[in-house]
């Protein structure tokens, strides 16, 4: 039997990860580095002073701005997951960051957001209830505080009690996130369809995962350049699109143009064509 090239974890290591950081160094695409980190600054300078800068529905701005705070944070995990090529967490980002623009997109782009927003609001006293009945450390709620959330939020109570299995925030029976984006002012099916298909694989532990972390046609437990290039630039994607989905119903004015080169970056990294700036005028 031969003998093992390592005596310890500690001499392994020390082999090892100077080789592991000049691997992913060297295996980086500079221009989608550039394209993600742009990407994340316009985002954080829109959104710095969002109270000042927006324009419109002030009244809602308070209880939507969670999505973009937890939008931020999923961006700085994409930019993290890409330099060291993780694949697994870079498809969960990308699903998170397209499940909260389609919840966006369902509530912004509908005839009465303001109706919607309340819904969503008050959906967070259902569930911190809920969770507190079923938990084993946190005390059950009383029955006045159940009677208080129960009249507040009637669309997911039936006779006093809650309505079986965990509600959609919605309130409507059997409403979940592919009826959502299959919605017509969503228009989301296909992107559901394409990502999930995926993602699914990821979420699951499908054995079919195994071809993207084939180099060589050697297993390793670092994917192939090319799958965290277009993971990263799609997940990167779905959070700008939301920026802009807020941007326009907030009344804050996105950078068009300017995202639009920063974009030619991320078209070349994905073996896309770029765009001539010609055609596209700087308003």
């Known amino acids: 039997m031969a003998e093992p090239r390592h005596k310890n974890w500690q001499e392994y290591w020390s082999d090892v990860a100077p080789r592991l950081v000049k691997y992913l160094t060297e295996n980086q695409n500079e221009l989608l580095i550039k394209y993600l980190n742009n990407s994340f600054a316009i985002f954080s300078f829109l959104t710095e002073d969002w109270d ?41 980002l990308l699903r998170t960051a397209f499940e909260i623009r389609a919840n966006l997109t369902y509530i912004l782009k509908s005839e009465t957001p303001e109706v919607l927003v309340d819904i969503f609001d008050r959906f967070q006293d259902v569930e911190q209830v809920l969770a507190r009945k079923s938990s084993l450390t946190v005390a059950s709620p009383t029955s006045e505080e159940m009677d208080t959330v129960i009249k507040r939020c009637p669309e997911w109570f039936h006779n006093g009690k809650p309505i079986e299995s965990m509600p959609h925030w919605t309130g409507i029976k059997g409403m979940n996130l592919y009826r959502i984006c299959e919605a017509s002012h969503v228009n989301l099916k296909e992107n559901y369809i394409g990502i999930y298909k995926v993602n699914s694989k990821f979420t699951h532990a499908s054995p079919l995962i195994r071809n993207m972390y084939r180099n060589n046609g050697a297993l390793g437990s670092i994917p192939r350049p090319d799958q965290s290039i277009a993971f990263a630039a799609l997940a990167m994607g779905q959070c700008m699109e939301a920026l802009m989905l807020s941007c326009e119903f907030f009344g804050v004015d996105f950078p068009e143009y300017e995202y639009l080169l920063v974009c030619q970056d991320m078209l070349e990294a994905t073996g896309q064509k770029r765009l001539d700036p010609k055609d596209y005028p700087n308003k």
């Open 52 to 92: 000042q800068k927006t324009t419109k529905h002030a009244d809602l701005r308070p209880k939507l701005t969670i999505f973009l705070v937890e939008i931020h944070d999923i961006m700085r995990g994409i930019i993290a997951c890409y330099e060291h090529q993780t694949l697994a967490p870079l498809a969960l």
